[in-house]
């Protein structure tokens, strides 16, 4: 447990759905930070959040909307996904965006059929 | 850019000592962190360097020399439990975001 909880832990939606993954942090931090794990590739960051505010977005598609609503939730919201959006989803938080130390929650595991 | 380099896979046997080395390229580096991650579960901090040298962690060490661009993680007394994947990340300093190699598989055997 590391303090970070994702919800849902698996998620198969068509290309037409929309959805959201959730996230919460229970560790008083201040920045919360959406990856993407895909097989043999690197962990890639998608969105930064600090205090409530995006600060990062490494060219991520449309089709994957962000929403900070304080600094304990993170979502994202998908919509009209493609089969190579499936991949692991992973949360984190750390104390503040300058901190070396990231908290990962467990992921929800996301297959676009 | 940031770029990182460690192995894809690396196997030992219960009870020896394994090295996963880790070289970058980056614009600019404030440190060097190593995550865990168990198959089907979240990736953990392991440690960080921000200086030259060795930070020892029980069973687990964590190297870093700035001038080489090379850092490792010293796993002793393996276990069983110890296979999962590691990362290495670098903080390249300005944002703070670290960037992420692709991961080492370390596989212990019996």
């Known amino acids: 447990e590391t303090g970070v909880t994702q919800t849902p832990r698996h998620l198969v939606m068509g290309m037409t759905n929309k959805k959201s993954l959730k996230c919460e942090q229970h560790l008083g931090h201040n920045a919360m930070y959406w990856y993407k794990q895909s097989a043999k590739k690197p962990l890639e960051l998608m969105f930064v959040?600090?205090?409530?505010?995006?600060?990062e977005n490494n060219s991520v598609p449309s089709r994957f909307s962000p929403e900070c609503p304080n600094s304990s939730h993170l979502f994202l919201h998908l919509h009209t996904l493609q089969p190579e959006d499936s991949a692991l989803y992973l949360c984190?938080?750390?104390?503040?965006?300058?901190?070396?130390?990231?908290?990962f929650g467990p992921g929800t595991r996301l297959t676009v059929l | 850019g940031q770029s990182l380099e460690q192995p894809s896979e690396v196997t030992a046997v219960e009870g020896a000592i394994v090295q996963i080395n880790c070289t970058y390229q980056?614009?600019?580096?404030?440190?060097l962190s190593w995550y865990q991650q168990h198959d089907g579960g979240a990736p953990t901090f392991l440690s960080y360097n921000a200086l030259d040298g060795l930070e020892e962690t029980g069973r687990f060490s964590s190297f870093l020399s700035r001038s080489d661009s090379y850092g490792y993680l010293l796993l002793q007394e393996l276990q069983m439990k110890d296979s999962a994947s590691y990362f290495c990340a670098v903080n390249p300093g300005g944002s703070y975001i670290p960037t992420f190699g692709r991961g080492t598989s370390l596989i212990v055997h019996p």
């Open positions: 959040y600090s205090l409530e505010e995006r600060v």
């Open positions: 984190a938080s750390s104390q503040d965006r300058d901190s070396h130390t990231q908290y």
């Open positions: 980056t614009s600019g580096f404030y440190g």
